[in-house]
């Protein structure tokens, strides 16, 4: 009986795409406007574009149909509104050049929508100027992938977000290259979707933005020269791997920021040159594995609320500052971590340190409570300093230790990561 009607529905669906067509656009056609040719268009049917610039928008996709560009045909909105919105579910869009939805205060506009559809796929096109650049709300099982965002951002309250979900579920985002923008990636109440192989740079606020977001992954990305790399916030079991956070420095700037999140992994991601590699607050349950912390302000900087954390097996080489904690309760681990700062030695030739090491160091402690004595970060008062507080520690805390710290960095097998894009 089962084999029976799954028979019957492929052929259904074998005589519905027998009976699709193509409709064509372009100046001399029968159809010279996207709009006309959608509105004619039959469920199944494909709307080729032909290279060209079509000065249109408020374009509704409201049935299952592919609307596909050759040679990346300008679709202007012409700064009066959004351009591409889709309502319906199984609608793929694909090699479009999407322009100039213009900016306004009252409307999110953007350059495609997707409303409260399934199925959809969203690939291969090019969107600059759109104030959003891909606006998915109340949706489901979809793929939003290889499309280049680029924006002119200035300004956080006048600009919006190269992808921007709200109250999705099951959505793949890979291969987009995002920059520009308030947000390269901003997920609201988002659940169960993948975000992989992205390249998010030069954007005003964050590379990616997570809030009250459940069971998402996001991996082989690379966050580059953003207010902050990543942000995850008020969500639980958040998987972060392989992913590159580098160069976003500024006043308050952080590779990656954690703000009551729990039951999270973070494994076998590069924080390289940052303000501060990770910010972490009010958050439990948290795995630090297989990191490479390099060249950064500070590696590591715990602020209260932080418990049951386990920080093991990273690399720390050459931050100014390898851990700092705010607060005094801690019961988060250390151990068997490599810090290029240890000055131990290895009687036994295990590769494990004989002598713990703290990595809170006294004049992290003055700088938490002064900024401005960073101007002495290089002096000697400072090496004395912290040589004191290591004789006969006052300050630092003395539970922070590493009790079997690595005498050589770790070698990491990373997954090549996402190469960048034009």
């Avoid at 079509?54 to 049935?63: F, G, S």
Wanted: with cysteine.
């Amino acid at each position: 009986m089962r084999n029976t009607t799954i028979l019957a529905i492929l052929c259904l669906l074998g005589s519905y795409f027998a009976r699709a067509r193509t409709v064509t656009v372009c100046p001399t056609c029968s159809f010279s406007g996207i709009k006309q040719a959608v509105a004619a268009a039959q469920a199944g049917d494909v709307v080729l574009v032909k290279k060209g610039t079509y000065r249109e928008y408020n374009i509704e996709l409201n049935k299952p149909l592919t609307l596909k560009g050759e040679g990346y045909p300008i679709i202007d909105g012409q700064n009066q509104g959004e351009v591409l919105s889709i309502t319906a579910g199984g609608v793929v869009v694909e090699g479009l050049d999407i322009r100039n939805v213009g900016t306004s205060y009252i409307e999110d506009r953007a350059g495609i929508r997707v409303k409260k559809a399934r199925g959809f796929t969203i690939r291969n096109n090019r969107l600059n100027n759109t104030f959003f650049g891909i606006y998915l709300e109340k949706s489901a099982d979809g793929t939003v992938s290889g499309n280049h965002v680029s924006g002119e951002a200035v300004q956080e309250m006048s600009s919006g977000n190269a992808i921007h979900m709200w109250y999705c579920k099951n959505v793949l985002v890979e291969h987009n290259y995002l920059r520009g923008h308030r947000d390269g990636i901003y997920l609201e109440f988002v659940d169960s979707s993948r975000i992989r192989l992205n390249i998010s740079e030069d954007n005003i606020r964050y590379g990616l933005h997570f809030m009250f977001s459940n069971d998402d992954d996001y991996f082989h990305n690379t966050f580059r020269r953003n207010g902050a790399g990543v942000a995850v916030m008020f969500s639980r079991r958040i998987n972060m791997w392989e992913n590159t956070f580098e160069h976003n420095w500024g006043r308050a700037s952080y590779g990656l920021l954690l703000k009551e999140i729990y039951d999270a992994e973070i494994r076998d991601n590069t924080f390289r040159e940052n303000t501060i590699g990770i910010y972490v607050e009010g958050s439990t349950r948290l795995q630090y594995r297989n990191n490479e912390f390099s060249r950064n302000g500070w590696a590591i900087k715990m602020s209260g609320g932080c418990l049951d954390n386990v920080v093991a097996n990273n690399n720390f080489r050459y931050n100014t500052f390898d851990l700092a904690l705010n607060s005094a309760a801690n019961n988060n681990r250390f151990d068997g971590n490599y810090w290029s700062n240890y000055t131990g030695y290895d009687l036994g030739r295990d590769g494990r340190g004989d002598v713990p090491y703290h990595p809170v160091k006294l004049f992290n402690y003055v700088v938490n409570r002064t900024p401005e004595a960073m101007v002495l970060l290089r002096s000697l008062f400072v090496g004395l300093l912290n040589f004191s507080e290591k004789v006969s520690p006052v300050f630092t805390p003395a539970n922070v230790a590493d009790n079997s710290p690595l005498m050589r960095p770790i070698t990491f097998n990373r997954t090549v990561q996402p190469k960048n894009r034009n």
